[in-house]
């Protein structure tokens, strides 16, 4: 591979960087985040568990975020997983029904990247990223108790659904979060 040394010059030599050794270019990072997008959508249309719990496929999609802020150290990889969720989730193949869901992705990616960095620093390790990913899940659970047709039309509370978007998000970004500080520390960089 070849790149631009400090004085401009071109130079030939392998790169010690482990992020330009994986996820080197934009376009891979960016490949990389849409398959986070893929993956998630796809597990939201695939693993249809009747747990009768609202915001049950936080494990999953809050996992996939949080692996994908950690692991890249990208200010607003999160946000990238989340567009390409939130498009790819109007493709009519998935079979979701309500046309608001897609915004679900979105909303929760931008909600942990913004409160992602406003972390302070001596906070930003697993367990803050986490709370951040609980709060963030929290708001696409309002964004469907309000607008969804499983939300406020449902026997289940406003309490219960703030609780189990809490706690499922929680969940899945303490998962994701971890495994991607172990990715990190593994590859000796961020991915």
């Known amino acids: 591979m070849t790149t631009k040394t400090a004085n401009g010059a071109l130079s030939t030599a392998p790169s010690s960087s482990v992020s330009e050794r994986i996820l080197g270019s934009p376009w891979r990072l960016s490949l990389f985040l849409i398959g986070l997008g893929v993956a998630g959508v796809s597990m939201h249309a695939g693993l249809r568990v009747p747990m009768h719990l609202p915001g049950h496929h936080g494990l999953e999609w809050m996992a996939l975020l949080a692996f994908a802020r950690v692991g890249t150290q990208r200010r607003w990889a999160a946000t990238g997983a989340g567009v390409a969720a939130a498009g790819l989730a109007y493709l009519p193949l998935w079979g979701l029904h309500d046309p608001l869901a897609p915004l679900g ?50 026997a289940a509370p406003l309490g219960l659904w703030v609780w189990a978007y809490a706690g499922f998000g929680l969940a899945g970004t303490l998962i994701g979060a971890q495994t991607g500080t172990w990715a990190v520390r593994r590859l000796g960089g961020p991915l």
């Open 105 to 154: 992705y979105l909303v929760a990616a931008l909600a942990f990247d913004a409160l992602t960095l406003g972390i302070p620093r001596r906070w930003r390790g697993v367990v803050g990223v986490s709370a951040a990913g609980a709060l963030a899940f929290v708001a696409a659970g309002l964004l469907a108790y309000f607008s969804g047709p499983h939300g406020w039309a449902s």
